[in-house]
């Protein structure tokens, strides 16, 4: 006995299950055949493990008239499928106005078919969002507060709360709204608990260059209409991209036990 008071067992002293003879043989068969299957012998690589599990879904949600919003939204989407085990999907809002009003009087151009409406119900599906709109008055546009006004039900009992969103806008004027649009928005996600993530200067020198007009700002990326001949420049879809990527990189950290 130690001077602990413990017993210390002999170090000379061997394991029982290595001096098995004769009728021990039968016993240790049995156990050895109910044991449990060794963890360290699982040679399952990472990449079969990701193949196993459902990517995380980042749904790009946006309204669009004239096209500005869906040229990001699309740019968007690549941006999100560049991470491993996220993957986009894009949808629009309904429209508020009626078919007569948009196409007769509004010019608008016809709807791809092959883009999905959203109801609010299918939100609740989505591991992260990226919501785009152009600007009516330094805000978003009716079409899609509309949309958030029908979310109701959501916000009632907290379905979308700790779910990351971020947003990227269009606007006709260099004054016209490319941060307050995207400001303004930030209350439709307090009130559902969201988490608002906005791309900062992630983007790097391309947020820095003034040779060139470029929508955008450190709230989400963003696009110049101007009278709606104008379409996105490279620069314009590149930090659209930027936030996809950037956003699907959250989204995948957040997931992370």
């Known amino acids: 006995m130690g001077k602990g008071g413990g017993c210390v067992p002999s170090k000379k002293k061997k394991p029982s299950s290595l001096a098995t003879t004769g009728d021990d043989l039968g016993t240790e068969y049995e156990d050895a055949a109910n ?3 060794p963890i360290e012998d699982d ?4 990449a079969e493990i990701t193949a196993a599990i459902s990517p995380l879904k980042i749904f790009v949600v946006f309204y669009s008239m004239y096209g500005h919003v ?3 939204a699309r740019r968007m989407k690549k941006g999100v499928e560049g991470v491993e085990g996220v993957e986009a999907r894009l949808y629009r809002v309904p429209e508020t106005l009626s078919e007569e009003v948009v196409v007769e009087k509004m010019k608008a151009p016809a709807k791809d078919s092959e883009i999905p409406e ?3 119900e299918e939100l609740a599906e989505g591991d992260g969002f990226l919501f785009g709109f152009p600007t009516r ?3 978003m546009a009716a ?3 509309a949309f958030f006004d029908s979310t109701g039900r959501l916000w009632k009992e ?3 709360a700790g779910k990351p969103a971020g947003f990227f806008v269009s606007t006709g004027t260099q004054g016209g709204g490319q941060e307050t649009t995207a400001w303004t928005a930030i209350t439709q996600l307090v009130h559902h608990g969201m988490l608002f ?3 900062g200067y992630t983007f790097g020198a391309g947020m820095f260059k003034m040779d060139s007009i470029r929508g955008g700002s450190p709230y989400g990326a963003g696009v110049f209409a101007g009278d709606g001949s104008r379409e996105a420049t490279e620069t314009e879809l590149a930090l659209a991209e930027h936030q996809g990527n950037y956003m699907a990189t959250i989204v995948k950290r957040l997931a992370q036990p």
Do not use: D, F
Request: glycine letters at 4%; one cysteine or more; hydrophobic letters at 35%.
């Open 35 to 37: 044991a449990p299957l």
């Open 43 to 46: 040679q399952t690589t990472p």
């Open 70 to 72: 869906e040229s990001l």
């Open 118 to 120: 959203i109801t609010a």
């Open 137 to 139: 008055y330094g805000c």
């Open 143 to 145: 079409q899609m507060k």
């Open 158 to 160: 907290q379905t979308l």
């Open 197 to 199: 993530v906005p791309i």
